[in-house]
């Protein structure tokens, strides 16, 4: 049984103490606009784990530490919070200056290519993530880590994080738990 | 209010440079968002306004400083109204905030409103205190609380209601 905690983008933001609530309030906003296409959660655990003790807020609280960093994390999230509500997520975020999604490394897995990707905002600052299969049920846009990359090549502690979280989501076997959020 | 105005001054000049990118991306991906709901395409959108299809995409990449009028003019080509409300969403968006908060860091609270009916002197005490945080804890607004007396502090509750105040909180005011 692997488990997944459902969060909101503005989450992110949250946990980084960013004043969105005040400074940026059109990401809440509601009716029709308020549905999703993906799910955003992140991995835990166990359903013990709450959102803020997961790897993913921890690297935020770590790494999303002076001005430049907090507005990157502003822009990426303000682009996913309007992005994961089509199905093409890619696509509706296509052509928004400074925002790019791409593949950032893959690895071989049960005879399979599989890709971790990254959103950016300009150069150094991304959110690591990955999505389930289209061929899944369940839509779900997984965000792993986020990074202030200062190397040209993604650090080894990323890759490895990133690819032993994602192969238990990778393998037919295993049940996914969504920890659904209060609503 | 010196003061005060120098403190928003402040926070003027440290957050808005922060939010400047993604408040100009919001508008353009709600517009796109709409867009996208109603089938139109840059063209579409470039036909009603009598403009060019270029002319729409570069409005529509996010980092724009858009125009009062252009807002209102793409909002009539959506054939959707334009709303600018000040503090409107308040409930709603801290609301979201304080539910979004992890438990386990004891941050769920209320929303630091403007404070009307308190003192002076804890007045200042709750500016500052949400001058520095978008949410306080529960202990810390109940701090303030018990120094309010009667109709001011049944006013202060009620203006925080919403987020999270009981009927028992009301009570406690007198």
Known sequence: MIYVREIKPTDLLDHAGIPWTQSLPGLARGGDASRFAWTCCTPVRDETVSAGKSRLFRSIKDECDDRGKKSSLANMVTALNSGLRSDDYQEALKGISGINIKEAFSFQYQSKRHKVWEVKYQNKDRLYFFTLPQSSPQKLFLPLLFHHKNTQTTPSKITEYCEEVMKPFLSQDEQITIIRRKS | ?174
């Open chain 2, 1 to 174: 209010m010196k003061d005060r105005n120098q403190e928003v001054r402040r926070r003027i000049e440290d957050e808005s440079s922060m939010f400047r990118g993604s408040r100009r991306m919001d508008v353009a991906l709600q517009i796109r968002e709409r867009m996208l709901a109603k089938g139109l395409r840059n063209t579409d959108v470039a036909a009603r306004l009598g403009v060019t299809e270029q002319n729409i995409s570069r409005m529509l990449r996010g980092n724009q400083n858009l125009r009062l009028d252009t807002l209102y003019e793409l909002a009539d080509a959506l054939e959707e109204p334009l709303t600018i409300m000040l503090g409107a969403n308040a409930p709603a968006s801290v609301a979201s905030a304080v539910e979004s908060l992890d438990p386990d860091d004891q941050q769920t609270g209320v929303a630091p409103r403007e404070a009307s009916g308190l003192r002076s002197a804890n007045r200042d005490e709750w500016e500052a205190l949400r001058l520095s945080a978008d949410v306080v804890s529960l202990d810390a607004y109940r701090k303030f609380k018990p120094d309010l007396g009667g109709e001011g502090a049944r006013r202060f509750a009620r203006s925080m209601s919403g987020f999270g105040i009981t009927e028992a909180d009301e009570r406690m005011c007198g």
